[in-house]
């Protein structure tokens, strides 16, 4: 059964640093990676899709990658600001029948002014 | 639509009254997930629709939760004899295909039900 994982399950930063959020999976055997961004009471906005033969997606700030072999991912915000406090969301999407994303945790970004 | 819509966002229901919650997928996408937050916790599955082949309901927690689609578009997921443990946000997801093409999921905004 494929569990993800976060970690940190919340971390504090101050406005201008950067900043990695870690996502780890247990079964390598996956379609795709996609990050989300969840502001409090609301839905999920999708940040990155990375695909299982891809090593890395950049968009704006963020950069994210994929080692599928080790089961890791990594999400890089650059120059962090207030705007980016929110709960970051790591999702793979199984092969092998299930069809549908296995959710992290998540972890609750704040980003002091 | 442009995303995938939701309604209503917010609904409060007297414990043992039924609810219905709607999601509008995009256009033309042919897969429709919904999911379930609790308060502090992960994202649950409930079921999966994708295009006309029977709905994958095994994350349904009891038989008082059902859905369907109607015409490949529109779900309706409804609650019968609504429960204090079934206040949560439920979130519906579509995508452009089946997993092996390798789309990603587009969510709605929630509808975030209180059971009193």
């Known amino acids: 059964k494929q569990e993800v994982t976060q970690i940190p399950a919340a971390l504090s930063v101050p406005e201008g640093e950067n900043l990695v959020l870690n996502c780890s999976f247990t079964d390598s055997a996956i379609y795709n990676l996609q990050w989300f961004r969840q502001d409090p009471g609301k839905g999920l906005t999708s940040l990155l899709l990375?695909?299982?033969?891809?090593r890395e997606q950049t968009s704006g700030r963020l950069n994210a990658s994929l080692d599928k072999s080790s089961g890791r991912s990594t999400l890089y915000i650059a120059a962090s600001q207030p705007g980016d406090s929110a709960t970051y969301l790591c999702a793979v999407l199984p092969q092998g029948g299930s069809e549908k994303l296995v959710f992290g945790k998540g972890t609750k970004l704040t980003v002091n002014p | 639509g442009a995303g995938v819509s939701q309604s209503p966002s917010n609904k409060v229901t007297e414990k043992g009254k039924d609810v219905e919650l709607r999601c509008d997928p995009i256009?033309?996408?042919?897969?429709l997930y919904w999911y379930r937050q609790s308060l502090g916790q992960g994202l649950e599955f409930l079921i999966y629709?994708?295009?006309?082949?029977?709905?994958?309901k095994s994350g349904l927690p009891s038989d008082r939760f059902s859905a369907e689609r109607t015409g490949g578009s529109v779900s309706t997921l409804t609650i019968q004899r609504t429960q204090q443990e079934d206040s949560a946000v439920y979130l519906c997801?579509?995508?452009?295909?089946?997993?092996?093409?390798?789309?990603?999921?587009?969510f709605g905004s929630g509808t975030r039900l209180t059971v009193v």
């Open positions: 997801a579509s995508s452009l295909g089946d997993p092996g093409g390798g789309y990603g999921y587009t």
């Open positions: 256009s033309g996408h042919t897969a």
């Open positions: 990375i695909q299982s033969s891809q």
């Open positions: 629709f994708q295009g006309n082949s029977a709905p994958d």
